[in-house]
């Protein structure tokens, strides 16, 4: 009785928590389909600089044509002219100031949001300083100060070593001491501030003003490469000394002003890598858009015609515009379609990579100024969307391991590699978890580039230090972030395997399933119907209905790439099944001829045919019936026509 009593609350329970489980993927999948809307049109550079917030940037520099004319229209600190730089930093700052003044088409400019300050982001110390001032008279104070950034170590260095603590550098170490130490050469980097006009008294007391300011801090990640520049807006509270008789102006201390913002601004090349990363993006987006809607219909069998040869242009044509039925299909969702579509994944991942460092330039500075008690929600969604474009790079990791081990550890059959399933989620629950740690990797750079020290040109002269493109402070991340990334998702597929064990061994006993993991490039399997064992208690089986099918084989042919494998021992099975038939014939004839009396017709319920799906050498999907013999096309849309259920074995 208790075991009775207690049977339906399981079930309730198990129904209640498959139906949590739903919601909760297509919440997530569509709070991520959010995030790419967002992704497409708040960080597109390129319509962020046609918007042109950013040229509010280019004001302490819109009278000039070329740097050096800088000397002369600001008061510069002493020994901290634009005629004081390293002929790099020089060479840097007259690159960012002409492609602001001219608003180059070779650079983007845009704004980037304005934020809180406070005692971390303090950037006023900067201007303690003496400069030339005459008073009475308008006075614009200025400053450049160029540096390189020297880093030491790796994020492996740092968790398994105490290279953090141990043989540091300090600051006034010359360039030896620091190579000496296992430091080398990753940034150069040129601050430069502007004050907008303010006059002075003629006293020799401490004067008290609020000025307002410009920064354009210029950076490049390898010696003569294009600079791109922080841009700022903020207010100082200076603290004035000034004395007449050496016409000179003493800034005694420099503070942020309490409650005061930051408005941030930034350039990026705009260079033909970013081109093809966009046209990648936009690609991806429309035929992803396009497939989907696809999808939405039902799609006619495809049947080889022998006579008529299939053209590039048809293949390409019919990942869009496929021939189909006027019948609705819910084979598959988008965000489905999108994390499984090899189309999708490898334009839009392609794009991503090609696009990694201005997303991780952006997205840390952001982070600067952002991290205070209350982050700003709209720079947070920002930040967030740039860090679920990798999601597309985890799917594009596995597309093409797939890939690569079918090429090189060619299967004799399909369901025969063991490794190959370690390339797939079961469900997108997985696929989720594996893009909870990529919203940490801007801080993993950071982690990475956490060992550093600056060596300005107060120390020693800067020209005939080279940085190298390898040790630049992003590109000496790339084999850390594909380490993390590797690790992240061959991570949680030991997970999804360890806990769905049994899930796993009963995908290979199907011929549907077996398709999905072992024979095509896809990723997921929770699109598939769900899998049952047959009466006969050996046979898995898994029910669908006709015009889904005749989707997915569309979708297996169009949006995946399948790699051809025959069926284990298709040819013996099916010499084995034509056996039974031919004996079962027999037995038939017999026991009519030996009827001696008329009998009673008995109705019997045909039995039910099991169906079978399978790939030729030339990679086509067939569908063969309980004979093992193919199911051609015009049979097939009958069964589409009723939609009728099939039962794949």
Known sequence: MRSESTEPLRVRLARASDTLHWYATRLFGSLVVLLLTVDAVVNNWSLNNFLGGGFFFLTPVGGIGAAYELDTEYSFGHGRAIANLSDVGYWMTNVSVSHLVTKSKHMYTFTAGEFALTPSTDLCPIFQGTYSASAGSSIRLALADDAISFYRGHAMDHFFTNDQTT?????????????????VPGRTSVDKRFTTPFRIANTSQLQHLVVPYFRIYTHNFCTGCTPIAELGFSRCNLTLGYSDANQTLRVVSSAFVPGS????????????VGVVSLVAKLAAIMLGIAGFLASRRTVQWFEVDPSTPDSVVAKVLRTVVPKYFPFPSHALSYDMFCYNSDVFVLLYASSVLLDLQNCLLYVGRINVYNNAHVPQTLPLLTTLSLSCRMLW????????????????VHAEYNGQSNVMTFFNFSSVTYLYLSAVLLFFIPAFVEYDNSVTMDLPKSVESLDGLRVEVVHGSYMRVAVSILYLLLINVFGVTVIDHAINYKYWRTLRNNSLTRQTVYNSSSILCDYLPPLENHDDGVTTTTSIRARRLSTLQWFFMSHLTCFGLPAKDLYVKKKKTMLIHIKAARTFRNLTAQAAEPTTAIDEEAPEELFTIVQDGDRVIHLLDGSFASVGSAAFNTKVLRNAPMTIR
């Open 261 to 272: 913002t930051y408005k941030l601004g930034v350039t990026m090349v705009n260079s033909v």
């Open 167 to 183: 043989s540091l550098a300090t600051p006034g170490m010359s360039s030896a001491d620091l190579f000496s130490l296992g430091y």
């Open 393 to 408: 790079v985890n799917c594009a990791i596995l597309k093409v391991c797939k890939i690569l081990w079918n090429l090189v």
